[in-house]
């Protein structure tokens, strides 16, 4: 529920309740003053007949000059005669037959108001009644009651009521809906800084500013210090986005010189182990160490074994800078050069050229027709590369066992897949293992890697449109399925 709507709840609440206490306090105002005054008037009838003497029941005239219709104010006069058990009634009373019910002779019996219930034409009435004792000598003979219905006090009542409810209800929902009104507006300022703050978190431009709202108040305030804040961290962003600019230009550009002397140590390298075979060949017999070589005039004593190390280095060296270099060219956002790829041609090379590489398990390769004339749009060094990352991982953690190759086909994707009953992960270690520099635990310091090979492989992938899937159970191998999408154009 948003905040306009709880607002606008509260101040409805608080609005029906300050409704309610005013309704309640009006009624019973009029209410005790309507009835005040019947029981006034019915009181002061009470008390202008007078009875005396001992004759009272003979003396007093009850034939009042009051209509006989309910509607009007009638004032009914009951005169009970304790002495000899019966009453007399005004007009009014025996032309509707009504007689006001009246309490049995009691030394307890007090003046004052009662209300009773009367029939009249199969309906019951409420009637006001002022009765007073009437006594002789101190002994109670009779009762005086002078009542009124009080019709038309009940309806006006009743009708206050309706009223005070009908217009309790229409105040509040007309207030209800000026209330949402006022809130959207007065929330208006919040809503900017949640569109600003939504716009910067979609496109993460820290240019953006809150707009200030008119008046100058607490939201005013808050959008003050949120765009002093969005200021700040604009300059702070742009500053770690420069260093961060210039650390990728950095790594770019250093991987980029480190392979020129790489390979300048890796071909002086390979000349010296074919000069160490040759003075091998011509001697006859392994020699442990070279007899001497002359290099600048300077004699020194190379060992085979240290030459092989060196080579091995420098290899892992190279291949280290050319995988950096290859996540730099991603970080800086490298625009791959895309053609239409024949995938059969492409696939078969790489297996062709796997056979080489060194291995321990056996290479088993299925059929490769299902990929005749499909043709993938993407980069031919790039996908070579991303295959070779996954048959080179399959060979590499599979030191005993079988790795197979086949694919598949539907009608929009292709899919290499690289079968292995190498060593296998923990399932857990799976969302990782695109990480850079990321190796399972089971490979640490047995295999021989950097941890970025999947992570370079991710990266063409994504950049191909394609996606991996992975199976795997420790100690028993790993299934990866390598699916890319056909060019259909």
Same mark, same amino acid.
């Given at each position: 529920?948003?905040?306009?709507?709880?607002?606008?709840?509260?101040?409805?609440?608080?609005?029906?309740?300050?409704?309610?206490?005013?309704?309640?306090?009006?009624?019973?105002?009029?209410?005790?003053?309507?009835?005040?005054?019947?029981?006034?008037?019915?009181?002061?009838?009470?008390?202008?007949?007078?009875?005396?003497?001992?004759?009272?029941?003979?003396?007093?005239?009850? $034939?009042?000059?009051?209509?006989?219709?309910?509607?009007?104010?009638?004032?009914?006069?009951?005169?009970? $005669?304790?002495?000899?058990?019966?009453?007399?009634?005004?007009?009014?009373?025996?032309?509707?037959?009504?007689?006001?019910?009246?309490?049995?002779?009691?030394?307890?019996?007090?003046?004052?108001?009662?209300?009773?219930?009367?029939?009249?034409?199969?309906?019951?009435?409420?009637?006001?009644?002022?009765?007073?004792?009437?006594?002789?000598?101190?002994?109670?003979?009779?009762?005086?009651?002078?009542?009124?219905?009080?019709?038309?006090?009940?309806?006006?009542?009743?009708?206050?009521?309706?009223?005070?409810?009908?217009?309790?209800?229409?105040?509040?929902?007309?207030?209800?809906?000026?209330?949402?009104?006022?809130?959207?507006?007065?929330?208006?300022?919040?809503?900017?800084?949640? $569109?600003?703050?939504?716009?910067?978190?979609?496109?993460?431009?820290?240019?953006?500013?809150?707009?200030?709202?008119?008046?100058?108040?607490?939201?005013?305030?808050?959008?003050?210090?949120?765009?002093?804040?969005?200021?700040?961290?604009?300059?702070?962003?742009?500053?770690?986005?420069?260093?961060?600019?210039?650390?990728?230009?950095?790594?770019?550009?250093?991987?980029?010189?480190?392979?020129?002397?790489?390979?300048?140590?890796?071909?002086?390298?390979?000349?010296?182990?074919?000069?160490?075979?040759?003075?091998?060949?011509?001697?006859?017999?392994?020699?442990?160490?070279?007899?001497?070589?002359?290099?600048?005039?300077?004699?020194?004593?190379?060992?085979?074994?240290?030459?092989?190390?060196?080579?091995?280095? /420098?290899?892992?060296?190279?291949?280290?800078?050319?995988?950096?270099?290859?996540?730099?060219?991603?970080?800086?956002?490298?625009?791959?050069?895309?053609?239409?790829?024949?995938?059969?041609?492409?696939?078969?090379?790489?297996?062709?050229?796997?056979?080489?590489?060194?291995?321990?398990? $056996?290479?088993?390769?299925?059929?490769?027709?299902?990929?005749?004339?499909?043709?993938?749009?993407?980069?031919?060094?790039?996908?070579?590369?991303?295959?070779?990352?996954?048959?080179?991982?399959?060979?590499?953690?599979?030191? /005993?066992?079988?790795?197979?190759?086949?694919?598949?086909?539907?009608?929009?994707?292709?899919?290499?897949?690289?079968?292995?009953?190498?060593?296998?992960?923990?399932?857990?270690?799976?969302?990782?293992?695109?990480?850079?520099?990321?190796?399972?635990?089971?490979?640490?310091?047995?295999?021989?890697?950097?941890?970025?090979?999947?992570?370079?492989?991710?990266?063409?992938?994504?950049?191909?449109?394609?996606?991996?899937?992975? /199976?795997?159970?420790?100690?028993?191998?790993?299934?990866?399925?390598?699916?890319?999408?056909?060019?259909?154009?």
């Amino acid at each position: 529920m948003s905040l306009r709507i709880r607002l606008t709840l509260w101040y409805s609440g608080l609005l029906t309740g300050a409704l309610i206490i005013f309704g309640v306090i009006v009624y019973s105002f009029i209410n005790w003053n309507t009835y005040s005054e019947l029981k006034e008037s019915v009181k002061s009838e009470s008390e202008r007949l007078v009875i005396t003497g001992t004759l009272i029941f003979d003396k007093l005239n009850l $034939n009042l000059d009051r209509q006989s219709r309910i509607e009007g104010k009638n004032m009914y006069v009951q005169l009970i $005669n304790y002495h000899e058990g019966n009453y007399r009634q005004s007009s009014n009373l025996n032309e509707q037959n009504i007689v006001i019910p009246y309490p049995d002779a009691s030394p307890s019996l007090q003046e004052g108001f009662v209300e009773v219930m009367v029939e009249l034409d199969h309906k019951k009435y409420r009637m006001i009644t002022y009765q007073r004792p009437l006594a002789t000598n101190g002994v109670l003979v009779g009762l005086l009651q002078v009542g009124a219905i009080p019709y038309y006090e009940d309806q006006f009542l009743t009708g206050l009521r309706n009223t005070l409810l009908f217009s309790s209800v229409i105040v509040v929902l007309i207030a209800f809906t000026i209330g949402l009104i006022i809130a959207r507006k007065a929330l208006r300022p919040i809503e900017n800084v949640i $569109n600003a703050t939504q716009q910067i978190e979609n496109g993460a431009d820290l240019s953006v500013r809150i707009p200030m709202p008119p008046v100058k108040d607490e939201i005013g305030t808050l959008v003050t210090t949120l765009n002093m804040m969005l200021s700040r961290l604009e300059k702070a962003y742009n500053e770690l986005d420069e260093a961060y600019m210039a650390q990728r230009r950095f790594v770019s550009d250093a991987s980029h010189e480190l392979r020129t002397p790489l390979t300048t140590i890796r071909g002086n390298i390979d000349l010296l182990d074919k000069m160490w075979k040759q003075t091998e060949r011509q001697s006859g017999a392994i020699s442990e160490q070279l007899e001497h070589v002359n290099i600048s005039g300077t004699h020194f004593e190379l060992s085979h074994e240290a030459i092989t190390d060196i080579s091995a280095e /420098a290899k892992r060296m190279s291949t280290l800078v050319n995988d950096l270099l290859a996540l730099a060219r991603a970080d800086a956002g490298y625009i791959m050069e895309r053609e239409q790829v024949n995938i059969l041609s492409l696939t078969e090379a790489v297996v062709r050229r796997a056979q080489l590489l060194p291995r321990s398990a $056996n290479w088993e390769v299925g059929d490769l027709s299902e990929l005749k004339d499909v043709y993938i749009y993407g980069s031919e060094d790039y996908l070579q590369q991303l295959l070779f990352v996954f048959i080179e991982n399959a060979f590499k953690y599979t030191p /005993a066992g079988d790795v197979r190759f086949f694919v598949r086909r539907t009608e929009q994707h292709i899919a290499w897949i690289i079968e292995d009953t190498g060593i296998g992960m923990n399932p857990d270690q799976v969302p990782h293992i695109f990480d850079r520099f990321y190796r399972a635990d089971v490979s640490r310091g047995v295999t021989v890697g950097t941890g970025l090979g999947l992570a370079i492989a991710k990266w063409i992938l994504d950049e191909h449109q394609g996606s991996v899937e992975v /199976a795997t159970l420790e100690g028993k191998g790993t299934t990866f399925t390598i699916w890319l999408p056909i060019d259909c154009s």
